[in-house]
C-alpha cells in the first residue's frame, strides 16, 4: 500500500520538452531516455512513497553528464530527482514530482585507493559491496556496512549518511567522508573538504552535504577515509527466551565497557522469519543477539586480546542465566551463514504479511527496554502486528508493521505515530540510518521545532534557490500518508 505523494509544484508540459530536447542535444540520445520501461524502473525506490513517473531519465556517465543536466533543468524549471541504487527505504529517490530522474548508477569507477595515506576516491555509482571488495583486497577496510551493500551505492549512502551493523565500533558513512565534489542546480561545481586526516578551515560543508538526501547537491566525486583491516574477527550468537532478556544483555555488553563491531538484536517474529528461510535456530528461542567482535594484530599471528574480549563477552551474555545458549560461531562458513540471515531479514519479514513498513527510530541506549516495551504498547493499543530487530549496540531499532487487510491502515498510521512521539521523549530520534525523505516528512515537527526546520530550510534555499532539486523530500508539506 503506498504513501500519496506530497503536494509540491508540478512542471509544464512545454517546459518538459523543452529541457529534454536541450538534454537530447547537448548530452546524447543514448543518456536520455524517455521510454517507458526505464521511466517506471526509476519512479519508485524500496520504500512505500508513491512519486509521479518520471518524464525523462538522465543517465549520467560524469561530471559533465550530472553538470549540463542541472544546469538545463534549473533553465527550464524541471524538477530532478538524484538516483543511485534505489535501495533507500524512506522515498528519496522517488520523484514525487515528475520531472527527470539523474540516475548516477554509471559513474561506477574507482578513481583511487592510496595505501600511504588511506584514502579512496570513487565516483558515486560504485556499489558499497564492490568498494569493500576492492580495498580488502589491498589488506584496507572500509567499515559502514548497510546490510543491503550488495546493490546500494556510495552516493546513496553518503546522501543518507548510511550506517550498519558495524556502527556499533566503527561509525556511520559521516566518519568516513573527508571530501565531496558535488554539482548545486544550474549547473555550478563545488569542492568541498579535504584528504588529510586533520583540517578545519571553513564551515563543514562536507558534513552538511552528508545525509542531505539528495536535497542540496548531486556528487560527482567522494573522497573516503579508510582503515587497515582487522586480522581476527569472531561471531557470536546469544538466545533468550523473551526480548527483555536479550535487551538487557546489550546494555550489560555496554556497561562493561565491552565494544563488539556489531551487536544486533532479532525478536521472537524475526526468529521466525529466518526459521522460515529454512535456517534452523532452537525453538526455545524468543530473541537472538547476534554479536561480532574484532582485532587487528600487528604482528599478524594471534591476538590474545580477542581471546580474552570473547570470554568477558561470553561470561556478560550469560549472566543472570536468563540465556538459553552462547556459542561462537566455529568457522567462516557458520559465521558467514549467520550473517546471510541477519541480511535477508528484512526480505524475510515482508513474507510474513501483504503489507509492511519499517521505521528506523533510535533511542539513548540505556533506554532500549523502554523502546521495546513502547512499541509493543502503541501495537497492542491499535490492534497491529509488529517485529523488532537492528542495530541495538547504537540503540537504533527498526520497528516493522505488518498488516493484510487495507482497512487496517488507520490503525497502522495511528501506532507509526505513537511509535514516533515515544521515541522523543524517549530522547531519541526519528531516523538512525534511512533518512526522512517522503515517508516521515509529516513527522519532522514532533522532533525539531519551528526554527530550526526553517533555518535548515534558509540553507535549502542558498544551495538550491529554485527548489528544484529533489523537492517534497524532509520537510513538511501538503504530505498526507494515504
Ligand atoms: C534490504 C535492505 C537493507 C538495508 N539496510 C540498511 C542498513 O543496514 N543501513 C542503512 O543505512 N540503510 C539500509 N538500507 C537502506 C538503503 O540501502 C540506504 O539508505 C542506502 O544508503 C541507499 O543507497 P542507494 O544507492 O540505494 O540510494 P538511493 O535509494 O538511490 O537514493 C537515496 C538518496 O540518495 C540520493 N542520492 C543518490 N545518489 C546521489 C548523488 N550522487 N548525489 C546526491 N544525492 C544522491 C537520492 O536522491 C535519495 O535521496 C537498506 C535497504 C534495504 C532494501
Same mark, same amino acid.
Given at each position: 500500500m503506498?504513501?500519496?505523494?506530497?503536494?509540491?509544484?508540478?512542471? +509544464?508540459?512545454?517546459?518538459?520538452?523543452?529541457? &529534454?530536447?536541450?538534454?537530447?542535444?547537448?548530452?546524447?540520445? =543514448?543518456? &536520455?531516455?524517455? =521510454?517507458?520501461?526505464?521511466?517506471?524502473?526509476?519512479?519508485r525506490d524500496d520504500s512505500a512513497a508513491a512519486g509521479r513517473l518520471p518524464d525523462a531519465v538522465v543517465l549520467a556517465e560524469g561530471r559533465d553528464d550530472v553538470r549540463v543536466a542541472l544546469e538545463v533543468c534549473e533553465k527550464h524549471a524541471v524538477p530532478v530527482t538524484p538516483r543511485a541504487a534505489g535501495t533507500g527505504r524512506t522515498g528519496g529517490a522517488v520523484p514525487v514530482a515528475g520531472g527527470v530522474v539523474l540516475a548516477t548508477q554509471g559513474m561506477a569507477s574507482i578513481v583511487d585507493i592510496d595505501r600511504h595515506d588511506l584514502v579512496a576516491v570513487v565516483q558515486p555509482g560504485v556499489v558499497t559491496g564492490a568498494l569493500h571488495a576492492a580495498v580488502e583486497a589491498e589488506g584496507l577496510f572500509?567499515?559502514?556496512? #548497510?546490510?543491503?551493500?550488495?546493490?546500494?551505492?556510495?552516493?546513496?549512502?553518503?546522501?543518507?549518511?548510511?550506517?550498519?551493523p558495524r556502527a556499533f565500533k566503527y561509525g556511520v558513512t559521516r566518519d568516513y567522508v573527508l571530501g565531496l565534489e558535488a554539482c548545486l542546480m544550474g549547473g555550478r561545481v563545488l569542492r568541498t573538504g579535504r584528504r588529510t586526516i586533520k583540517g578545519v578551515t571553513g564551515y563543514d560543508v562536507t558534513s552538511l552535504l552528508v545525509g542531505s538526501e539528495g536535497t542540496l547537491g548531486v556528487f560527482t566525486e567522494i573522497a573516503l577515509r579508510l582503515v587497515h583491516a582487522p586480522t581476527e574477527i569472531a561471531t557470536v550468537l546469544a538466545l533468550y527466551s523473551d526480548v527483555a532478556a536479550a535487551a538487557a544483555a546489550v546494555t550489560r555488553v555496554i556497561a562493561r565497557g565491552l565494544v563488539p563491531r556489531c551487536l544486533e538484536l532479532m525478536d521472537a517474529w524475526s526468529l521466525e522469519a529466518i526459521r522460515r528461510q529454512g535456517v534452523s535456530i532452537d525453538l526455545r528461542a524468543s530473541a537472538m543477539l547476534l554479536v561480532e567482535v574484532d582485532a587487528r594484530s600487528a604482528g599478524g599471528g594471534g591476538s590474545a586480546s580477542l581471546d580474552a574480549t570473547l570470554e568477558a563477552l561470553g561470561e556478560t551474555l550469560s549472566?543472570?542465566?536468563?540465556?538459553?545458549?552462547?556459542?561462537?560461531?566455529q568457522d567462516e562458513a557458520q559465521r558467514a551463514r549467520l550473517w546471510e540471515a541477519r541480511r535477508m531479514l528484512s526480505m524475510a519479514t515482508r513474507k510474513l504479511a501483504k503489507y509492511k513498513l519499517s521505521e528506523d &527510530?533510535?533511542? #539513548?541506549?540505556?533506554?532500549?527496554?523502554?523502546?521495546?516495551?513502547?512499541?509493543?504498547?502503541?501495537?497492542?493499543?491499535?490492534?497491529?502486528?509488529?517485529? +523488532?530487530? $537492528?542495530?541495538? $549496540?547504537?540503540?537504533?531499532?527498526?520497528?516493522?508493521?505488518?498488516?493484510?487487510?487495507?482497512?487496517?491502515? #488507520?490503525? &497502522?498510521?495511528?501506532?507509526?505515530? $505513537?511509535?514516533?512521539?515515544? +521515541?522523543?521523549?524517549?530522547?531519541g530520534t526519528l531516523s538512525g540510518e534511512h533518512g526522512i525523505g517522503v515517508s516521515k516528512a509529516a513527522y519532522l515537527p514532533l522532533e525539531q521545532g519551528p526554527e530550526l526546520i526553517g533555518l535548515q530550510q534558509d540553507l535549502k534555499r542558498v544551495f538550491d534557490p529554485s527548489g528544484l532539486l529533489n523537492p517534497g523530500k524532509i520537510f513538511p508539506t501538503g504530505h498526507r500518508a494515504c
Open positions: 503506498l504513501i500519496a505523494p506530497p503536494e509540491v509544484r508540478l512542471p +509544464t508540459r512545454d517546459a518538459v520538452e523543452r529541457a &529534454v530536447r536541450e538534454l537530447d542535444r547537448r548530452l546524447g540520445p =543514448s543518456k &536520455v531516455d524517455v =521510454s517507458e520501461a526505464r521511466r517506471e524502473a526509476h519512479a572500509y567499515p559502514p556496512d #548497510p546490510n543491503s551493500l550488495s546493490s546500494c551505492m556510495i552516493g546513496g549512502n553518503v546522501a543518507e549518511n548510511a550506517g550498519g549472566e543472570g542465566g536468563h540465556a538459553i545458549d552462547v556459542v561462537a560461531a &527510530v533510535v533511542v #539513548p541506549r540505556s533506554r532500549l527496554v523502554a523502546l521495546l516495551d513502547e512499541a509493543a504498547r502503541v501495537c497492542e493499543r491499535e490492534g497491529v502486528r509488529h517485529l +523488532t530487530y $537492528g542495530h541495538a $549496540g547504537d540503540g537504533n531499532m527498526h520497528v516493522n508493521f505488518l498488516w493484510d487487510d487495507d482497512g487496517e491502515r #488507520p490503525a &497502522v498510521d495511528r501506532a507509526i505515530e $505513537g511509535l514516533m512521539r515515544a +521515541t522523543v521523549e524517549l530522547g
